[in-house]
């Protein structure tokens, strides 16, 4: 089985330019997620997706970033514009059912550096 | 808001030594709690995953226990390999998953 699958790998940017990161959750994973890591810290959520619905975006900065999960499938992340802060690990995770019940399985996660 | 932290932050034992991985929390209403391993440069990879119902699980020579009204949870690894050599996080979950910043384990051959 597939696991959680995300691109790019890595991303190097400069400050001011868009960049979007893709993600495909395990087959059937009704939940899906977007962590953002800074080195030596834990993921912290930006949001979480039940099937297309976006029911926890409240700590995903709206100014700069977007979501979107069409056909409750595979999501976009995106960033425009992209600032020196935003250098980190943007991780993807997803789970069957819902968040008082589902193990987390992530992806490899894509690395944005933005000079 | 859930704090989670872990102790030590890092640490280096002799290969085949049995070690003690802890995790505490400050809210005891969660869902449940999961531990990862991460390895440089790469995603969290999922150990074990402990319902609030339960007390413990196992997996080879892994062994998570959860006491949730004291707020803590302990990984315990047995035998240790270089292969184990990874950052170790716990996650809680309440109303979304809350995470540690990790103990970094170095397993010297």
């Known amino acids: 089985e597939a696991g959680v699958v995300q691109s790019p790998r890595y991303k190097i940017i400069e400050k001011k330019q868009p960049v979007a990161f893709w993600c495909n959750p395990i087959?059937?994973?009704?939940?899906l997620y977007w962590y953002l890591q800074n080195l030596g810290q834990g993921p912290e959520l930006l949001i979480r997706?039940?099937?297309?619905?976006?029911?926890?975006d409240s700590q995903l900065p709206k100014d700069r970033f977007s979501a979107e999960r069409l056909k409750g499938v595979d999501s976009t992340l995106k960033i425009q514009p992209a600032e020196l802060g935003d250098s980190a690990v943007y991780l993807c995770?997803?789970?069957?059912?819902?968040?008082?019940?589902?193990?987390?399985?992530f992806g490899e996660g894509s690395r944005l550096t933005v000079l | 808001k859930q704090e989670v932290t872990q102790i030590p932050a890092a640490l280096s034992v002799p290969e085949g030594e049995n070690l003690v991985l802890n995790c505490s929390f400050t809210?005891?209403?969660?869902?449940?709690l999961q531990w990862f391993r991460q390895d440089p440069g790469k995603g969290l990879t999922s150990l074990l995953l402990?319902?609030?119902?339960?007390r413990e699980q196992t997996s080879g020579r892994l062994n998570a226990s959860l006491d949730k009204s004291s707020g803590r949870s302990t990984l315990y690894i047995a035998a240790s390999q270089p292969g184990d050599s990874a950052t170790y996080l716990c996650?809680?979950?309440?109303?979304?998953?809350?995470f540690g910043t990790g103990t970094s384990l170095t397993v010297i051959p």
């Open positions: 087959s059937g994973h009704n939940t």
């Open positions: 402990i319902q609030s119902s339960q």
């Open positions: 996650a809680v979950n309440g109303n979304q998953f809350y």
């Open positions: 997706y039940e099937n297309e619905e976006a029911v926890d």
């Open positions: 995770a997803s789970s069957l059912g819902g968040a008082d019940t589902g193990e987390l399985f």
């Open positions: 809210d005891s209403a969660i869902y449940n």
